[in-house]
DNA sequence: CGAGGGTTTGAAGTGCATCAAATAGTGTGG
DNA sequence: CCACACTATTTGATGCACTTCAAACCCTCG
């Protein structure tokens, strides 16, 4: 992405979950000291426990949320590009960070005030509703990956990955897809090591025919993936969950 | 519990997460009209996707959340005892409940209208807020649970497991508590088999002195299942996740 | 071209699930 | 109070999936 401004922001902002059915007016207060930054891949945005004044709204790149265990091991908590917004719920947090995060792609970066966002919570019901049901979203996600982490092996869970990153709108029966991010990282939020993950790549060309070039993924016909997949599931494909 | 009213109801929801903070006359509304129940072992309360008029309190007993896959697999989503609160969240569900419930053991249940909650939360921030930081201490359990599903193995969940029974209050260095449930219940909770959870039980006794004598458990000192335990976990104990 | 990361492959080990069988525990009717 | 049936729990044996460690390979970029 080369070229943005605040108004690029307002609108794909405006159009978040979050904020969605707020009057234009009541938007404005919530963005009125916005800062717009570009991030280099690499850097920390903040590690979790920090004092949290900003949330954050993605214009472009990827930004990994995660936290460390005290033996060193990372946990990927998400992976989140353009027109996601987090480190939001440090309000419920006594203002702390539940994650730590880091650009991995070079990424333009919008940073919010927290404290107007709470502000405007603590008195408006129609952003706590908006809260709410974001919240809720975000919830059943979770459950469908404790779900998943349960009872899908590694080659389910790499297909419901997949699955969810194929445009749902697409009239074509095959898949063409490209890994966003190192597969590494896919493995890390699949919660799996890397050997795993290529071993179970190679299983989904075996069993289904999925054909792997680097990060180039292809399929002639989805419905294969979602026979292999989603048998295990208690949602149907498109996991409803997502 | 041989005796209860309706008084005795209303103190022990007014001291809800849900709830405190608010006006009594705002909770005389939410309270309206309760109904209170003596419920049987083993009856269904709801199941998941029925259309949901109330969420609960429980006054007295133990209810069983979960759901159920397409092969018939029961996740234990949950065991909620008194002053414990189930089945609002369907208020942002389309009005469905997202898991059944089973009465575990003889119980006193309150059945509060969700029509009313849904009502004063889209009116009342206050509600609003507590709502929030009630979804959020949830979210926070599942996170726990992510964790601890790919990061501990069997023994450490069952430590993790006996850590949040224990009374954080006590003096003591020695653990003395009872199994609250059904071993293969816990089992469930946990995400594990029945032999599975009777081995690592065993392993527990082997490795840190651990005592079981049917549902009653002991250990001399405390410390030492938290040094087992922990290790892996990116919160200290007590978790401050629960 | 060569160094260094990410990725793949191989071999071995670990933990949990599964199946089967033995044992303990609980409630029932006689 | 005992005998029986039924269920919960434990134990043993086996198999599978994933991890771990080690080495090879591949790709990119100086």
Redesign the pocket.
Known sequence: MTNFNIDYFKHHYSLSSLVQCLEEDEINQLIDQVAIKNIRKHELLFLREDNADHYFFVLDGWVKLFRETLDGTQAVVDIVTSGHIFGETAIFEDDRYPYSAEIIEDSIIAFLSLRKLKNTIETNPKLALNMMHSMTRYRKQQESSIEHLSI????Q?IGCFILKLVDKNSESKAINIELPY????VASRL????????????KLSTEIGMQ?K??KIHLDDIQKLIDYTCVACSSEFPCKDY
Chains 1, 2 share one sequence.
Do not use: C, H
């Open positions: 899908q092996n590694a080659p869970r190192d597969k590494s990282l919660g799996m090591q890397p050997e795993t993950f290529s071993r179970a790549l190679k792997i680097g990060s």
